[in-house]
């Protein structure tokens, strides 16, 4: 007998009722039972940090929390990112840095990412921080150069419409 | 302006960044099974007993086969045949029956409808193997019975050049074992067609590299008519050599999908991914030099061991090959011997990882020229120069063959390539970076040159098909595995048809799209599959003027292309688009002459019999920590001859991810193993690849002064020139901060490695 529960989550703001496995992870769950396969798996032990969602605010690896530790939680994955057709400005500013080839980490590293903007100013983005921030991740394509640049020409565009607004 | 050179932001993001990529995994099918490997955990021993008695009764599970299942004599055949070697006694099994030879080989397939209950059930699989001893190392391994083949490349009399020399210089220099790892795990789908299961229909998800090949091939093990096989072109999270390659896993699904006429998938975890796909690169290399009074090279050998893991797979000895082959590299040799005995192990079969062969060659060349300039007192930049081949010495000729071709050296100047490079540096400051002064911290100041190889043929076939809304659409050989293939092949396509990039629509590695597609791999889908494209979009244009000359009733002398639409030159009133031209084009348009097919399409094959040969040059500053033996790259600086890019800012990306691989085999990543062929190195703990924190700036020189002359576009490979001369950069700049007299004996460059070396540089000093 499978050891079943029923939970209730969020994903980018629309609502999902699903009976879960206890000891199914949050990313099979998110990929597998209710279809948003933007959240990739690399490693499956909490290395690569492709499978990047953020849960209540937090930056996680969805291959080390349990479906069910997400009953009643908020989950935003890369699908909820672009704003309809249009692409964030995080999304824009990784294609037009090169900052990925293949694409399958760059979920991971997206979400990573808007979590880090959403708690940090942007003006103390250094060059050495951006670095630091975006090694919690793997990516085997681009050696990091274009995603370094895309956070910080983001964490750049972000604060002067901020001081624009003020 | 033409769209070919442009920075064209890539066709592949918007999708990508989405999170709408199509990757193995994403894909299931209703109904489907979940397989999961049951593998060897012994390194070699005899099969005594595999009892799949309570598996087969867990929960969920449907069925568990074993070797004794599956139709008798299947093996992996090889796929890149060099050489006149008889591999066929060292082919791998697609399951183990009674002797297993690595931990990872595939001994059983459990079958059930949820991956983790097919886990559960993997576990009660009963493996009763008696062990025998493993052979670990194999340059100790002497027994000619480990030994799979030799090979040896060369020319000129390289005995007499030794004996008459001036100067002799050897070094010994181990490369140690890694591999591709790309980030997406392999993953395979194979949905069988709604008849019979007679009938053989299948359709298949997750083989991007060579999927016209691996459909053949499957075909022919299950005895099935090829076109009945459906290969899907799909995204792949990275190939990098290893991933498409037809491993057991590629005839068990679709056999099993078949046989039980059920969709099967099976999608690998980390730790099977690095211990069952192929590993890459070890090599023990024994290379001299012999050198006349100034300094220039009269005769160089080389003899290395391969250590091939337990198989020879699908790759037969085409990475020994590569390595002798390529190994003189830019220079001026007289006489040349390279010797390389294939010996198998208990370990991970090996293949490719990009710049096979050449990562190898090149640290070991590279890395003996600089202990040679030390020995010799002379500057080991001015040392490369010395030797250099030059624009004069154009096209010459290696009298050596690999991979069935001649190999060629056709353009370039690469004294030029050096000058600019080494002006780069200095531009940029590499060399105020690592000063002459000592340093608690050394630094260090390392150049290393290569010649690449690219575009192998023997061809490429390429469709290019206007649909009547206007849209371009192009059916290529070639595979999507993140190098922005769909981009490249649309502004090709774009400038041969005088369209806007955005109607372009390309479709790679889609078997029933493009039956002849010989795939992505080794650097040769842009300049032999771009090229097919060229020639298909050319087509396709001369085509579309011939109908609009019937359309506009005019001369085709009269019309010109311009911004997808076609009219008479002067006449801004009398032009026809290039969608009206399809339409014209269907069998009730109007326009077809009688007997002329229907549709503005063409197909168009690029055969070629010869490589290019790209070429670059690397430069590395290093920081040694000579107490904790851990080593920074500051800086690093790629030069590279790429006779025309398609898209600068794809080639650039190509070179820079290529650095950051060759850096982490240069200083991090090694499978190792124990006494008893244990991988110790199955998880992204143990297996190290760079983050962005070990990953410096990379600074790009893109050269773009020796175009091609063996096709139209002028275009060589981009994939391979960023890692193939790491090792050897790396090597040198670590060896200039530690003042080393020797060589540094062995990549990767780990801190235990590099204390040993500044241990027994500060003993000698």
């Not at chain 1, 798996?41 to 069910?68: Q, S």
């Not at chain 2, 001859?641 to 398609?646: D, L, M, N, P, S």
Request: proline share 6%; net charge negative; aromatic share 6%.
């Amino acid at each position: 007998m499978k050891d079943m529960h029923a939970i209730t989550l969020g994903v980018n703001g629309r609502y999902h009722d699903l009976v879960v496995e206890a000891r199914r992870t949050l990313a099979d769950m998110l990929r597998h039972d209710l279809g948003y396969t933007g959240t990739h798996l690399g490693c499956e032990h909490g290395i690569c940090g492709a499978c990047t969602v953020i849960l209540n605010d937090v930056p996680v690896r969805a291959c080390l929390v349990f479906g069910v530790q997400a009953d009643g939680a908020e989950v935003r994955t890369v699908e909820g990112l672009a704003h309809g057709e249009q692409l964030s400005d995080l999304q824009q500013s990784f294609s037009d840095h090169h900052a990925l080839q293949c694409g399958f980490c760059t979920p991971g590293f997206l979400m990573l990412i808007e979590a880090y903007f959403a708690e940090s100013q942007p003006t103390a983005l250094t060059e050495e921080k951006a670095r630091e921030l975006v090694a919690a991740n793997l990516c085997r394509c681009t050696g990091y150069q274009g995603i370094v640049e895309a956070v910080l020409a983001t964490a750049r565009a972000r604060q002067d419409a901020k001081d624009n607004r003020s | 302006m033409s769209v070919i050179g442009a920075r064209l932001p890539r066709k592949e993001d918007p999708r990508l960044l989405r999170g709408r990529g199509r990757f193995g995994d994403d894909i299931s099918a209703p109904g489907q099974l979940w397989a999961r490997i049951v593998r060897s955990p012994s390194a070699h021993g005899q099969v005594r007993g595999l009892d799949v008695t309570e598996a087969a009764k867990a929960p969920g599970i449907t069925n568990v086969i074993t070797a004794k299942d599956l139709p008798p004599g299947l093996v992996i055949p090889v796929r890149l045949a060099v050489g006149s070697a008889d591999l066929s006694p060292y082919l791998q099994p697609v399951l183990a029956a009674d002797t297993v030879r690595y931990v990872g080989e595939p001994l059983a397939v459990v079958l059930g409808d949820d991956p983790y209950r097919c886990e559960d059930a993997a576990e009660l699989v009963d493996i009763d193997i008696a062990d025998l001893p493993p052979v670990i190392d194999a340059v100790s391994a002497r027994d000619n019975e480990n030994t799979a083949a030799e090979l040896t490349l060369g020319y000129g009399d390289t005995g007499a050049a030794f004996a008459s020399a001036r100067h002799v210089v050897s070094i010994e220099l181990a490369i140690g074992r890694h591999t591709g790892v790309p980030l997406e795990p392999r993953c395979l789908l194979a949905v069988p067609g709604p008849g019979n299961t007679d009938r053989g229909e299948l359709d298949i998800f997750g083989m991007t590299k060579v999927p016209v090949f691996n459909r053949d091939l499957l075909a022919g093990m299950l005895g099935l008519d090829e076109t009945l096989i459906h290969v899907h072109a799909i995204d792949a999270g990275g190939g990098f050599g290893i991933r498409g390659e037809f491993y057991p896993e590629d005839f068990l699904i679709p056999w099993l999908a078949l046989r039980l006429g059920r969709p099967v998938k099976w999608a690998e975890d980390r730790a099977e991914h690095l211990m069952a796909a192929n590993h890459s690169r070890q090599q023990h290399h024994r290379i001299a030099a012999a050198f006349d009074d100034d300094g220039r090279i009269t005769g160089l050998r080389d003899d290395i061991v391969h250590d091939n893991g337990a198989y020879c797979r699908t790759h037969g000895v085409a990475v020994p090959e590569l390595t002798v082959a390529m190994l003189p590299g830019p220079y001026r040799i007289p006489a040349y011997r390279g010797r390389v005995r294939v010996v198998l192990t208990n370990k991970t079969p090996c293949g490719t990882y990009r710049a096979p062969g050449r990562f190898e060659g090149t640290s070991a060349r590279e890395h003996l020229l600089d202990v040679a300039a030390t020995q010799l007192g002379i500057d080991p930049i001015q040392l490369r120069e010395r030797n250099l081949l030059t624009k004069d010495d154009m096209p010459h000729h290696r009298h050596i063959t690999t991979l069935g071709t001649d190999l060629v050296l056709d353009t370039g100047d690469y004294p030029a390539l050096l000058a600019a490079a080494v002006k780069e540096a200095k531009r940029l400051g590499y060399r105020d970076l690592a000063p002459d002064r000592p340093r608690p911290q050394p630094r260090g100041f390392g150049l290393a040159m290569f010649v690449e190889k690219s575009g192998l043929g023997p061809q490429e076939t390429a469709d290019v098909t206007v649909s009547k809304s206007g849209t371009v659409h192009v059916f290529s050989g070639g595979t999507s595995v993140g190098q922005g293939i769909e981009t490249v092949l649309t502004q090709i396509a774009a400038d041969a048809l005088g369209v806007d990039p955005h109607v372009v629509r390309v479709v790679a590695g889609d078997t029933a799209a493009q039956p002849f597609g010989a795939g992505s791999w080794a650097s040769r889908s842009t300049v032999v599959g771009g090229t097919a494209v060229h020639q298909a979009a050319t087509a396709v244009r001369e085509r579309a003027v011939q109908l609009a000359a019937r359309m506009l009733e005019t001369a085709e002398a009269d019309l010109e292309v311009r911004d997808g639409s076609i009219g008479v030159r002067g006449d801004p009133n009398a032009r026809v688009t290039l969608a009206a031209v399809a339409r014209a084009a269907e069998p009730a348009g109007g326009y077809l002459a009688a007997g002329e097919p229907a549709g503005l399409s063409a197909r168009r094959r690029f055969e070629v019999a010869r490589m290019t040969y790209p070429y670059g040059v690397h430069a590395a500053v290093v920081e040694v920590d000579a107490g904790t033996g851990r080593v920074r790259v500051l800086r690093y600086l790629v030069a590279y001859e790429v006779g025309r890019a398609i898209n600068p800012m794809l080639v650039e990306g190509q070179l820079i991810g290529g650095v950051a691989q060759g850096i982490g085999g240069a200083l991090f990543e090694e499978f190792s193993y124990d006494d008893a062929g244990q991988p110790q190195a199955i998880t992204f703990i143990e297996y190290r690849m760079p983050t962005a924190a070990e990953i410096p700036p990379v600074d790009v020189l893109l050269a773009q002064d020796a175009p091609s002359p063996g096709n139209p576009l002028g275009v060589m490979g981009a994939g391979e020139g960023g890692v193939n001369a790491v090792g050897a950069a790396v090597a040198n700049a670590v060896r200039d901060a530690l003042g080393l007299a020797g060589g540094i004996g062995q990549l990767p460059l780990t801190p235990a490695r590099v204390r040993t070396l500044a241990g027994a540089a500060e003993g000698a000093a």
